[in-house]
């Protein structure tokens, strides 16, 4: 165990579904990202929030809707969905994100299949 | 376009062999690099982070940079089944938050 938990950990929706992914570190970092993998790609991150503000949001669909409450929980909210969507999607944490360098520990995951 | 390559694989080696995974980048402002293991159906779990030019050993692990090359490696020594994974390098450039991720090789160990 990391210290990083995801919820749900498989999540199958319709394309018109709402549905929220949850995250939770226990490491006392001040960073957390969304990650996005794909069966033949690598890991593409999706949002980075530092200190509980976003400071990366690369390119992602408007579909896909991340909240930070605080620094220890991350939220991602699906609406609308499309099939290739599907996939795994990871939240990680860190203690620093801007400064880089910094090592990201992992949660397991959410398995997401969209009908 | 920042850039991480690896080779795909299957690297396919018998137990107690030497593994080594090969990871080339192109930004050559990168300055930290990351090894992660992937076992099927599991999130990344962090085995080596190095920083700096030369070797890094940490148990039967040693990853290898070299900046000049843009090349960074990881070796496992006696290899074990459990070894049985893909492995993913990642990149980080010196400002920037983000990580940069390779497709991962996969490599298998025989017993």
């Known amino acids: 165990e990391t210290g990083v938990t995801q919820t749900p950990r498989h999540l199958v929706m319709g394309m018109t579904n709402k549905k929220s992914l949850k995250c939770e570190q226990h490491?006392?970092?001040?960073?957390m990202y969304w990650y996005k993998q794909s069966a033949k790609k690598p890991l593409e991150l999706m949002f980075v929030?530092?200190?509980?503000?976003?400071?990366e949001n690369n390119s992602v669909p408007s579909r896909f809707s991340p909240e930070c409450p605080n620094s220890s929980h991350l939220f991602l909210h699906l609406h609308t969905l499309q099939p290739e969507d599907s996939a795994l999607y990871l939240c990680?944490?860190?203690?620093?994100?801007?400064?880089?360098?910094?090592?990201?520990?992992f949660g397991p995951g959410t398995r997401l299949t969209v009908l | 376009q920042k850039e991480v390559e690896q080779n795909s694989g299957p690297l396919s080696v018998p137990e107690g062999a030497i593994a080594s995974l090969n990871c080339t980048y192109s930004d050559r402002g990168s300055q930290s690099f990351f090894w992660y293991r992937q076992y099927s159906g599991k999130s990344p779990e962090l085995i080596m982070s190095i920083y700096s030019n030369g070797d890094k050993e940490d148990g039967r692990f040693t990853a290898q940079l070299n900046k000049a090359s843009q090349y960074v490696s990881l070796l496992i020594r006696d290899s074990q089944p459990s070894d049985s994974a893909t492995y993913l390098c990642a990149v980080n450039i010196e400002g920037y938050s983000t990580l940069t991720f390779g497709k991962g090789t996969m490599l298998l160990v025989s017993p």
């Open positions: 490491l006392g970092h001040n960073a």
């Open positions: 990680a944490s860190s203690q620093g994100a801007l400064a880089g360098g910094v090592e990201q520990f």
């Open positions: 929030y530092s200190l509980e503000e976003r400071v």
